[in-house]
């Protein structure tokens, strides 16, 4: 292989890296708007058939009980009541078709009396993801409110233990 070969075929890999980190950080950004929007199918698609989404008070195990979720009456009401989940941007480390991303959510609801907005949660995120035919979904993510319980911050912790050495299939 060439030198032109070899630093083509190196880019290609970086590019792919790039286009992976951003499918799933697209992925993991659009949970908040859904959610709020209620758009309960669309929420379960993010997930694999059979994904799983643990919540301090609620495990979903498929799309069939995620998309029940958004639409219960206790979700309905926080959206009609105003509320946001708002998502921050997660870390991401791809190895191959597997993804783990680490990051922040925080639940922002409108008070009816005072019309404030007050933070009703912090939580710790943890996604489980994998590429299939069909682009990356989730197949896991858990979900930890950050109230000084230890899983909280080991969920945080978790995908930090390889190295940072910036090649594929390491974080960056």
């Known amino acids: 292989m060439s030198d032109t070969e070899q630093r083509l075929a190196r880019l290609e890999q970086r590019l792919g890296a790039i286009e992976d980190e951003l499918a799933i950080t697209r992925l993991i950004l659009s949970y908040g708007p ?18 799983v989404y643990d919540v301090d008070e609620l495990l979903m195990n498929g799309r069939d009980e995620i998309t029940a979720m958004v639409l219960s009456k206790a979700h309905q ?43 009703r949660r912090a939580t710790a995120n943890h996604w489980r993801l994998r590429r299939g035919s069909d682009g990356w979904r989730v197949t896991t993510r858990t979900n930890r409110v950050l109230d000084g319980r230890p899983e909280s911050p080991e969920l945080l912790a978790s995908t930090f233990a390889g190295s940072h050495t910036g090649e594929r299939g390491s974080t960056v």
């Open 77 to 119: 009401r926080w959206i009609s009541g105003g509320c946001a989940h708002f998502v921050g941007a997660p870390h991401v480390t791809v190895n191959g078709d597997d993804a783990v991303a680490v990051g922040y959510t925080l639940m922002i609801v409108r008070d009816a009396a005072s019309g404030a907005f007050t933070l």
């Open 34 to 51: 859904l959610v709020d929007s209620g758009s309960a199918d669309a929420v379960a698609a993010l997930w694999e058939a059979d994904g």
